[in-house]
T-cell receptor, first 113, second 110 residues
């Protein structure tokens, strides 16, 4: 089936450790996105990529890093510099960046203890 | 930056009731989508509606792009409609990014 796969669903890490969240899509979409959602809140954009080997900071990029080496993959690293990393992380993709419908993965719930 | 306002923030309905959710944008957006977030966190696409009106079963949506708002109508609500409804629009800020409103939390009582 075509879609967006995020893994793992749940992730626990100790404070001070970097952690990488996986996002893979087989929809042949050019654009991919990472969002963060805190309890009871909306989605905030972390990073987005409109094409392979290119990405741009969103509204809350500090403490995060990404890469886009392949069209189908857009991993997100939550670094130790992120002060409040515990959150629900959602990955999305769209055919192009400009005005096309976005589709989401099932999310990764990260808990840092 | 562009602001996305959704209203009401919370809504409680009796099963069978109708409701209207609203989304206002402070500036023009390239497209507009409505999503439903289920209890497990999954975002379900409801409508991709840059302008005009669309219907899908008990749900329909209308976007008036020139006036920067969109409406989501839920008719004959069911308990399974409960969850959070988000609207989102794409803006061009040197790169296209999709931004979200804070959502409307809907609870439908049996």
């Amino acid at each position: 089936d075509g879609g967006i796969t995020q893994s793992p669903k749940y992730l626990f890490r100790k404070e001070g450790q970097n952690v990488t969240l996986s996002c893979e899509q087989n929809l042949n979409h050019d654009a991919m996105y990472w969002y963060r959602q805190d309890p009871g809140q909306g989605l905030r954009l972390i990073y987005y990529s409109q094409i392979v080997n290119d990405f741009q900071k969103g509204d809350i990029a500090e403490g995060y890093s990404v890469s886009r080496e392949k069209k189908e993959s857009f991993p997100l690293t939550v670094t130790s510099a992120q002060k409040n990393p515990t959150a629900f992380y959602l990955c999305a993709s769209s055919k192009t960046g400009a005005g096309t419908e976005a589709f989401f993965g099932q999310g990764t719930r990260l808990t840092v203890v | 930056g562009i602001q996305v306002e959704q209203s009401p923030p919370d809504l409680i309905l009796q099963e069978g009731a109708n409701s209207t959710l609203r989304c206002n944008f402070s500036d023009s957006v390239n497209n507009l989508q409505w999503f439903h977030q289920n209890p497990w966190g999954q975002l379900i696409n409801l409508f991709y509606i840059p302008s005009g009106t669309k219907q899908n079963g008990r749900l329909s949506a209308t976007t008036v792009a020139t006036e920067r708002y969109s409406l989501l109508y839920i008719s004959s609500s069911q308990t399974t409609d409960s969850g959070v409804y988000f609207c989102a629009g794409t803006v061009n800020t040197g790169g296209f990014k999709t931004i979200f409103g804070a959502g409307t939390r809907l609870f439908v009582k049996a």
